[in-house]
């Protein structure tokens, strides 16, 4: 694949170059062997095979990480079987919990909660073994219920964490004040001191 640089305000503007990696809003590309990462909406992304073409108009699915043992051909096994799950095409996805695990026979564990054009929610485990264009995609349905209640714990969970990190972010900012203080205080002394002398 490659890019365009499209953003007039960046030095690369029109440099057609060759991307190395891509995901949802960011791309590094090639230019002189050195790797420079691009926000995705400076970019024009130029498709060079079906393959290609086929995740630029599946963008969304870019939002599920793909780890280097990984075949890319991953993307359109899964394309295809959400598909075939929700009877209709894929035009959005949100995921909302991504885990991968590998084991140390070089088999894979991917498991996935994500929803489907803004109505359908999925949980897929996909499991393979490393480099394999071959997986094994499996569903279990989510009733909507379990799906609220899902959300509602994750919520629980997140605002819980935000809590904490708060506490830390304050107590950070009272050590950080009584240390400036207190050194002001000594310097004021030690001045003292040296005029006294």
């Known amino acids: 694949?490659?890019?365009?640089?499209?953003?007039?305000?960046?030095?690369?503007?029109?440099a057609i170059l060759k991307v190395k990696s891509l995901n949802y809003d960011m791309v590094i590309a090639k230019e002189d062997n050195e790797a420079v990462a691009l926000n995705i909406k400076d970019v024009e992304l130029i498709a060079e095979n079906e393959f290609e073409e086929l995740i630029l108009s599946y963008r969304d699915i870019l939002k599920i990480k793909l780890c280097k043992d990984?075949?890319?051909?991953?993307y359109s096994a899964l394309i295809g079987c959400?598909?075939?799950?929700?009877?209709?095409?894929?035009n959005s996805l949100e995921v909302l919990n991504d885990n991968y695990k590998i084991s140390g026979k070089g088999i894979?564990?991917?498991?996935?909660?994500l929803v489907a054009n803004n109505q359908i929610p999925l949980d897929i485990t996909v499991v393979g073994m490393k480099y394999s264009?071959?997986?094994?995609?499996?569903?279990?349905?989510?009733?909507?219920?379990?799906?609220?209640?899902?959300?509602?714990?994750?919520i629980r969970h997140l605002r819980k964490?935000?809590?904490?990190?708060?506490?830390?972010i304050n107590r950070y900012k009272n050590?950080?004040?009584?240390?400036?203080?207190?050194?002001?205080n000594l310097d004021n002394k030690q001045a003292e001191r040296l005029i006294s002398c």
């Open 161 to 168: 964490e935000i809590e904490e990190k708060e506490k830390s």
């Open 175 to 184: 050590i950080l004040k009584e240390v400036m203080k207190n050194s002001i």
């Open 82 to 90: 959400i598909e075939e799950r929700i009877g209709e095409r894929l």
């Open 133 to 154: 264009e071959e997986f094994s995609i499996t569903f279990k349905d989510i009733t909507l219920q379990s799906f609220i209640d899902g959300c509602n714990e994750n």
């Open 108 to 113: 894979y564990e991917k498991k996935i909660t």
């Open 1 to 14: 694949m490659k890019i365009k640089v499209k953003n007039s305000e960046l030095p690369l503007f029109n």
């Open 70 to 74: 990984i075949s890319p051909v991953f």
